[in-house]
């Protein structure tokens, strides 16, 4: 008898092209498929609630797996102790019906990490920016402006194959502390580079190049010459994901 197994997928992202199996190149997907091929004799598809890029880190990533009843143990038990240690698989449990980790998903949220200058300990988590001077009240103007529904292809990357480029911003904001910054953002979906895009357009607009109101242009015209610069991939984290099953 067929059981879905839902999963949480936590990775440092740094040497992985990615979620997503490639022609060539290692990625997370990749490395838990062939240990689940080692464990069960067969190969078997990992589903994840969404793409993150090459060097991207996730804290929260949600991911299933559709084995044979007589399977469930050996997985539960025996995935999460072969897995690389750049991986780790937390709450495997068989999902509810008709639970699917990509649609099935109304939420997402990623964080990206700014530091104040160098830091040798935290720069494979964060970006260490040049200009330790942002203005937090700027930025945080900024994230406020993000929020509800609109058109972000101003602040994608062409190449997704997207239908429609809106998206529903729930969260957007920006805390300051000691160390640096971390940008927070929550949506329905995101696209391709959105979020590494809107931190650089929040950077820009903290180092006082842009007007917080910038934000709102970007949104209207769709312009992606008006939008910052995309970040390295280091400081991105996706920290969670939402599910409708969830939530009733």
């Not at 940008?183 to 180092?207: K, N, P, Y």
């Amino acid at each position: 008898m067929p059981v879905r197994l839902r999963m949480t997928v936590e990775y440092d992202g740094t040497c992985f092209e990615g979620w997503q199996i490639q022609r060539t190149g290692r990625t997370v997907q990749g490395e838990i498929e062939a240990c689940l091929a080692m464990l069960l004799g067969r190969r078997c598809r990992v589903t994840g609630s969404g793409r993150t890029d090459t060097g991207v880190h996730a804290a929260g990533q949600v991911a299933h797996i559709d084995l044979h009843d007589t399977e469930i143990e050996r997985v539960t038990k025996g995935l999460p102790a072969i897995v690389p240690p750049d991986i780790a698989l937390h709450s495997l449990e068989q999902a509810p019906d008709g639970f699917h980790a990509r649609f099935s998903a109304v939420r997402r949220t990623y964080s990206y990490r700014i530091l104040r200058g160098r830091s040798p300990l935290r720069a494979r988590y964060a970006w260490e920016c040049p200009w330790p001077l942002l203005d937090p009240e700027a930025m945080e103007a900024a994230a406020g402006l993000s929020l509800g529904r609109a058109g972000w292809r101003g602040m994608s990357r062409e190449g997704g194959g997207n239908r429609t480029w809106l998206v529903d911003v729930e969260h957007a904001s920006v805390e300051a502390g000691p160390e640096g910054w971390t940008l927070s953002i929550s949506a329905d979906r995101f696209l391709r580079g959105m979020v590494r895009i809107w931190a650089g357009t929040i950077v820009e607009i903290g180092r006082g190049r842009f007007q917080p109101s910038r934000i709102t242009e970007i949104l209207t015209t769709g312009d992606r010459l008006l939008a910052g610069p995309s970040l390295p991939a280091c400081g991105l984290t996706l920290v969670s994901v939402e599910y409708r099953t969830e939530e009733n």
